[in-house]
Nanobody, 125 residues
Framework: QVQLVESGGGLVQAGGSLRLSCAAS????????MGWFRQAPGKEREFAVA????????YYADSVTGRFTISRDNAKNTVYLQMNSLKPEDTAVYFC??????????????????WGQGTQVTVSS
């Protein structure tokens, strides 16, 4: 059973930064792409970022491009999300997502094999 455990959420002022981490266990981490989704209050969960198995390719939603950076450390079985220039509209629960297919980065719910429990990010204006 794959387990994903997020950490690093919290409260930050607009313009600030946060770094989320997701520690994975239960399968060979480096064999699968990873991603982050987010769900704002009253809205559906949406794709934010994703990264390939090796980390050589990254994918970003338009709303976070240029501000967020995803990375991974396969030796530590961990994926990171660096969030800069945060805006109040970034307020959401952020979910780590493990890809279902080794060559398909998780960009939709159907691409995801496992979810973390979520971590709250709140950006105040």
């Amino acid at each position: 059973q794959v387990q994903l455990v997020e950490s690093g959420g919290g409260l930050v002022q607009a313009g600030g930064s946060l770094r989320l981490s997701c520690a994975a266990s239960g399968r060979t981490f480096s064999n699968y792409p990873m991603g982050w989704f987010r769900q704002a209050p009253g809205k559906e969960r949406e794709f934010a970022v994703a990264i390939s198995r090796s980390g050589g390719r990254t994918y970003y939603a338009d709303s976070v491009t240029g501000r967020f950076t995803i990375s991974r450390d396969n030796a530590k079985n961990t994926v990171y999300l660096q969030m800069n220039s945060l805006k109040p509209e970034d307020t959401a629960v952020y979910f780590c997502a493990g890809g279902k297919n080794p060559i398909v980065a998780p960009a939709t719910n159907q691409d995801v094999a496992s979810w973390g429990q979520g971590t709250q990010v709140t950006v105040s204006s």
